[in-house]
């Protein structure tokens, strides 16, 4: 893989040679959460830590990615064993202690790369926050989003996005260790509220995923491919490199 600067690697000597050039810190954020019979629960932090790397390469040497904060906003999967969640605003004192201590390097333009959609609400709060208080640039996106035209291209199933064909192939292009690929299923989706409850509604409000499936998944899993999983994650990188040379 090309060089990119990556914190937990690094000795002091070699990245304050790095802030020579470093212009932005990418910071990999996911979950600790079930997903489904076929997919470890590090799944989220893992991606986020991969696509976060692969960032930082393409804009070497402007990027440096920091160690990644592995649990996010998940308390609709708590009822599903192992999962671990972060209050939003213990997430948020998270990030605004990380940004503090970067701005103290001299970095004053933050992106967190986030790989649950869980944490997508509390990162809009603290890019308000944080960039008021401690006076930096602080963005955010999701890890694939910006690739949704091959998404709508490649995945036939209506409801997807945890666990899912979308999800599993980009596991199997970045880090194939975290499927079991001989215990792929499809979502087992029971109708109850959250169909009222789901984007684009009239209505918002939360609840718990096996109200929505009863396996912890959705979308359909078998359908994943590795060659999927490589256009969402290759067009979404170049796409956001782009984003981040033009912010800077």
Not at 14 to 29: D, G, H, N, S, Y
Not at 111 to 134: D, F, P, R, S
Not at 194 to 218: A, D, V
Request: aromatic share 6%.
């Amino acid at each position: 893989m090309t060089t990119a600067y990556r914190l937990t690697e690094m000795t002091w000597p070699e990245v304050k040679e790095a802030l020579r050039t470093v212009r932005i810190a990418v910071i990999p954020l996911g979950a600790h959460e079930q997903h489904g019979p076929h997919m470890n629960e590090s799944c989220d932090a893992v991606l986020a830590e991969e696509m976060a790397v692969r960032l930082a390469a393409k804009l070497f040497p402007v990027a440096i990615v920091t160690p990644t904060i592995n649990m996010g906003v998940s308390p609709h999967h708590l009822h599903f064993p192992g999962t671990i969640s972060l209050q939003p605003s213990t997430l948020i004192a998270v990030l605004r202690d990380m940004v503090h201590s970067l701005k103290r390097h001299g970095i004053e333009n933050v992106l967190v790369l986030n790989a649950h959609g869980g944490n997508q609400n509390t990162l809009a709060v603290a890019a308000e926050t944080i960039t008021q208080e401690l006076g930096i640039r602080f963005y955010y996106a999701k890890t694939t989003a910006s690739a949704k035209d091959v998404m709508d291209r490649t995945i036939s199933s209506k409801l997807y996005g945890h666990s899912c064909e979308r999800e599993v192939s980009e596991a199997l292009y970045l880090a194939p260790r975290l499927v079991r690929e001989d215990r792929l299923e499809k979502g087992d989706i029971q109708e109850g509220r959250w169909r009222k409850l789901r984007p684009g509604s009239p209505l918002q409000g939360f609840y718990y995923y096996e109200e929505m499936t009863r396996n912890g998944c959705i979308g359909d899993a078998t359908q994943a491919s590795r060659a999927i999983g490589e256009e969402i994650v290759e067009t979404a990188l170049v796409r956001l490199a782009e984003a981040v040379r033009e912010v800077l």
